[in-house]
């Protein structure tokens, strides 16, 4: 007669089976973290999840310029790609509307070619303004003067501030000196104000963040200055 242990089972045939089923466990070893987080792809993927219907909200902030109500519509969710897209979309109105600015002025367009420089140079401005120039005024205004800011704030918001220069440079296609002047002022003037008014708040905490505002205002008039005498500066050619 067989002995039937307690802790034994039976199988298919009615027989003891003397030795339990052994259940192995896999245990996966956790993702080591980085000792820098900042240099891995998984830390910006937080500042490119985000709709496209916030984007154009964030635009239509950034061209009501002197309504302070930017912050409020990001609140803790700054975003890059918002910036990205600004940015390299006016790279290619830069190269197609400096172009074709050239090609209205130019008598003989059998002759007319096409400057690629603009596209190298457009590139170079373009993403300083928007990544370069925010990234050092961020890291100043967050480590030096101890800002509540932090630095992807001050680029998400910079990015923005360029929005305006999608339909300046649109209108500079026109080949009148006068208009070109009055529509990049215009740009100038929306984009300073909607960065002033915005950074505002926090320049009253913090008397020496108010220094800030000159970098602001000196790379704002650099940058518009590039894009008159650089982009659209055979208008003199022809006038004289």
Not at 196 to 215: R, S
Request: charged share 20%; net charge neutral; with cysteine.
């Amino acid at each position: 007669m067989q002995n039937f242990g307690s802790n034994n089972d039976l199988d298919e045939k009615g027989n003891v089976m003397t030795e339990q089923p052994k259940i192995k466990v896999k245990f996966e070893p956790k993702p080591k973290q980085s000792s820098c987080p900042i240099c891995t792809v998984e830390y910006y993927q937080q500042f490119f999840d985000i709709e496209q219907r916030d984007v154009y909200m964030r635009i239509r902030c950034s061209l009501l310029s002197w309504k302070p109500e930017f912050y409020q519509c990001v609140g803790k969710n700054p975003d890059l790609w918002g910036p990205l897209w600004i940015s390299t979309t006016i790279i290619f109105i830069l190269f197609a509307g400096g172009n074709l600015s050239r090609f209205l002025l130019e008598e003989n367009k059998k002759h007319f070619k096409y400057e690629y420089n603009y596209m190298y140079v457009a590139v170079f401005i373009v993403y300083a303004m928007a990544f370069i120039i925010p990234i050092i005024l961020g890291i100043i205004m967050k480590y030096i003067l101890k800002s509540e800011l932090g630095v992807f704030d001050i680029v998400c918001m910079y990015g923005y501030s360029l929005s305006v220069y999608m339909f300046v440079l649109i209108l500079c296609i026109i080949p009148y000196n006068e208009a070109q002047w009055f529509f990049l002022m215009c740009g100038l003037a929306n984009s300073t104000i909607f960065l002033l008014v915005n950074l505002w708040d926090f320049m009253k905490k913090n008397k020496q963040t108010a220094l800030i505002a000159i970098p602001i205002i000196s790379f704002n008039v650099a940058l518009i200055l590039s894009f008159k005498f650089y982009f659209f500066r055979l208008i003199y050619a022809v006038d004289d």
